[in-house]
């Protein structure tokens, strides 16, 4: 999970007590209790750097049980620990709520290092898992572990796609973080460019700490000859013709820092592409407009006109007063999953939850169509939307 995907929420306090949400002590070892196949659990992180996020998710899943409560008999459940900002603190959570607990399934929002501890908890403890976490690789793990996100592997493959077929650019660039994510995300890109018939023409990394962006943009337009010379200043020098699209995988705060630069060295005439971590309030906040004409991808738009996405956006807008965002959407669906398994009377136990997890086939959501595989990655399709008029929409 990237620090600028997160924000400060508050919880719904009365909403959770109506709906039976407890948030119990960790408990040391195992119980010898049988598996409670009417029990959710769910490890967020409800404290440290990330609770904003974790505080949404709660929210996201609350509704998602009071809809379903609504319309079946069955009643479920629904456990919470803190799974803080920390791997220790993540399998201390999966271990409570395996052992202590004695739940029949986990849902679990993390950042790459908690998914990896999480997966690996669980698999020991066969448990089943479902993690909400762009880690990819994290299924590796074992059997018990699931993976419900639109993944970079997903994301590139998405606007590669649509940028070389739909959009009809041939020539790439790119301009990645050199962190695990940016050198990963570019790698993925560059990659199913090619196998779309494009080509990258230059890729160039920057620390993760850069705030000016003058060299890299510098080795990115490059020197062929006297007319493309880099400006000291404003000037009227462009980008090589070469050069139709870049590729930013990096945060909103970044993206837009960096098209800021773009734009006063006179770097113009390109389409900019990024990932899901642009969806936020943050890419068009204080009037940016050099994010204007740009793409990304992403498996939710609050705005998008899908039945189940307009029903998740205004029941969320009308109990929580705010814009629901991916996270959130992911964690609703990933309820509503959960407990459509848990209302089969012939699932009783783990094993046969994963099972049924794992023949999961088109189910609809509020974040599209998810199905699993063997894998254990939901397979999902990306959207494509573009800050259009100084607004986010979606294109595809």
């Known amino acids: 999970m990237n620090d600028s995907c997160l924000s400060a929420m508050s919880v719904f306090v009365l909403s959770l007590l109506l709906l039976g949400f407890t948030q119990q002590p960790m408990s040391a070892g195992a119980s010898s209790e049988s598996v409670k196949r009417h029990t959710v659990g769910c490890a967020f992180p409800l404290s440290g750097r990330f609770a904003g996020e974790g505080k949404k998710a709660k929210d996201a899943v609350m509704l998602s049980a009071r809809q379903f409560r609504a319309r079946s008999p069955f009643s479920p459940g629904i456990v919470t620990a803190d799974s803080g900002a920390d791997p220790a603190m993540m399998k201390k959570a999966i271990a409570h709520l395996a052992d202590g607990e004695n739940v029949v399934a986990i849902i679990a929002v993390s950042g790459a290092a908690e998914a990896e501890a999480a997966a690996v908890e669980a698999q020991q403890r066969r448990v089943p898992v479902i993690l909400i976490t762009p880690k990819e690789g994290v299924t590796k793990a074992g059997d018990q572990v699931f993976q419900h996100f639109l993944t970079p592997e997903q994301q590139a493959e998405a606007l590669a796609d649509y940028a070389v077929n739909e959009l009809r650019i041939n020539v790439f660039g790119t301009l990645y973080p050199g962190d695990e994510y940016g050198e990963g995300m570019n790698r993925l890109f560059c990659a199913d460019v090619h196998k779309n018939g494009g080509r990258v023409a230059r ?142 009377p012939e699932i009783e136990t783990r094993d046969g939850f994963a099972q049924a997890l794992l023949a999961t086939k088109d189910i609809q959501g509020a974040t599209g169509v998810i199905s699993f595989g063997g894998g254990r990655v939901a397979q999902k399709e990306a959207l494509i939307l573009k800050v259009q008029d100084g607004e986010i929409v979606q294109v595809r």
């Open 203 to 344: 890729s160039v990394a920057y620390p993760m700490a850069q705030t000016d962006f003058r060299q890299q943009i510098k080795k990115l337009v490059g020197k062929k000859d006297k007319a493309s010379r880099f400006p000291d200043a404003r000037g009227e020098e462009e980008m090589p013709a070469e050069l139709e699209g870049l590729f930013i995988p990096d945060s909103a705060f970044r993206a837009r820092m960096i098209t800021a630069q773009l734009a006063f060295y006179n770097v113009r005439k390109i389409r900019i592409f990024g990932t899901s971590l642009w969806n936020t309030p943050d890419l068009l906040r204080k009037g940016n407009g050099y994010m204007e004409g740009a793409f990304f991808a992403d498996s939710f738009y609050a705005r998008g006109l899908a039945a189940e996405t307009v029903n998740f956006a205004d029941a969320y807008r009308a109990v929580y007063n705010r814009e629901p965002q991916t996270m959130e959407a992911l964690a609703y669906d990933t309820m509503r999953l959960v407990l459509n398994i848990l209302e089969d």
